[in-house]
């Protein structure tokens, strides 16, 4: 039977598993940045599109 990490060896990884959540929470927060930026963008130029289409078809 395999022995359990001792406590040194157990904090280290708690501490390394709380940075990891950090970094990921991090990279989360940029994406739904991101993510929001272009919607926008997008979403304005879709709507653009679509009223030059109607002056085009007129």
């Known amino acids: 039977m ?5 406590e040194k060896t157990l904090d280290k990884l708690i501490e390394l ?3 990891f959540e950090q970094k990921a929470k991090s990279l989360c927060d ?5 993510d929001e930026k272009w919607r926008i963008k997008l ?16």
Request: hydrophobic residues 35%; aromatic residues 0%.
């Open 43 to 58: 979403e304005t130029r879709r709507k653009a599109a679509i009223e030059q289409s109607k002056i085009l078809t007129k």
């Open 2 to 6: 395999k022995e359990l990490p001792d």
């Open 17 to 19: 598993a709380e940075d």
């Open 30 to 34: 940029l994406a739904t940045e991101i």
